[in-house]
């Protein structure tokens, strides 16, 4: 019995050196990962319980965004190819409801209430508000230019749509939606969120590698940051005070402190990162690389990695649901 217990420590001793000195087991992280797989039409859901993919569901054409009610009940899926989107319900791990949108629709913003989902459509030279409570159409916004993404403050009082082809970001009233003041960002704008203060709107510069924090009180950019070549997503923490930005070309996530809009550090993880979320304690983030074809978990504050899930599988954009 001696000789099993000295053999059994040092085959744990050799799993903590060759995992980098720490052993986590599947259980110390809970809730449910949804990833785009544009290539087969579907959303995958990861259980981060269980290390592994459980459902496929099958979506629209070519699923281009994802996003959630901050209740975690609802999933959204924008499908730029069939011009629609995929309601799914979280408990029951289904499609409950499909919206049809614009002509080519490229990404969505849910408001911080979760009221209402702004839907940006490229073809068809508008934008849409969805009311989440039945996911009925509010109000469809025509104007004179192709947009690339839009979003509204907290208070409803600014709104910002992008137009990616002239690398302007368009301010609008909130009530009336008339388009007012025109401000130039970096190359081809798209994604925007909001700090929950409705002082800024946070513009991601796809091309230009930066972002453009626009002050919306004074109508102009207040800073421009530089990310990392080519971002396609980026996420607030929980409280606002923190945005992460992913450069797949890179391999990073860059932190920048919203206090000082400086970049705070940079996580290197030396692996194509597309899509990320935060935990809704900060702990976390969480994020997927189609070159790894995996999921990583990612402590925020020191970040180290703290697990690395294999799926084989390339994912794009994602969304954590507890």
Not at 111 to 131: A, E, K, P
Not at 195 to 203: C, E, M, N
Not at 205 to 214: E, I, L, P
Request: hydrophobic residues 40%; neutral net charge; charged residues 20%.
């Amino acid at each position: 019995m001696k000789s099993l217990a000295v053999i059994g420590f040092f085959l744990i001793l050799t799993v903590l050196l060759f995992s980098g000195g720490t052993a986590f087991s599947q259980s110390e992280f809970s809730g449910t990962i949804y990833m785009l797989n544009p290539s087969n039409n579907e959303v995958l859901v990861f259980d981060l319980s269980k290390g592994s993919v459980t459902d496929a569901i099958k979506t629209g054409k070519k699923p281009v965004d994802i996003c959630k009610t901050p209740d975690g009940k609802k999933v959204y899926v924008l499908n730029n190819e069939s011009d629609d989107i995929y309601v799914i319900d979280t408990k029951g791990k289904k499609v409950t409801k499909k919206v049809g949108v614009g002509n080519g629709p490229v990404n969505m913003y849910m408001t911080s209430d979760g009221r209402y989902l702004y839907v940006t459509n490229f073809d068809s030279y508008n934008f849409m508000t969805i009311y989440t409570r039945d996911d009925r159409l509010s109000a469809n916004v025509r104007i004179e230019f192709r947009p690339s993404g839009t979003a509204m403050s907290p208070d409803r009082k600014y709104g910002l749509i992008n137009d990616g082809q002239r690398n302007e970001s368009i301010l609008f009233d909130g009530i009336t939606n008339d388009m007012q003041d025109v401000i130039q960002v970096g190359a081809s704008p798209a994604k925007i969120l909001m700090t929950p203060d409705s002082r800024y709107g946070i513009v991601l510069n796809t091309m230009s590698g930066t972002v453009s924090v626009v002050d919306l009180w004074l109508k102009r950019v207040h800073e421009t940051i530089p990310v990392g070549k080519e971002p396609k997503d980026m996420k607030l923490s929980p409280d606002g005070s923190l945005l992460y930005v992913p450069s797949p070309v890179a391999g990073s996530i860059s932190v920048i402190n919203l206090t000082n809009f400086k970049v705070a550090k940079t996580i290197e993880l030396n692996a194509v990162i597309n899509g990320i979320d935060i935990s809704p304690d900060g702990r976390y983030i969480y994020a997927v690389s189609p070159s790894a074809e995996s999921v990583f978990v990612i402590e925020a504050d020191s970040g180290k990695i703290k697990s690395q899930f294999y799926i084989g599988l390339i994912p794009t954009l994602i969304c954590y649901v507890p």
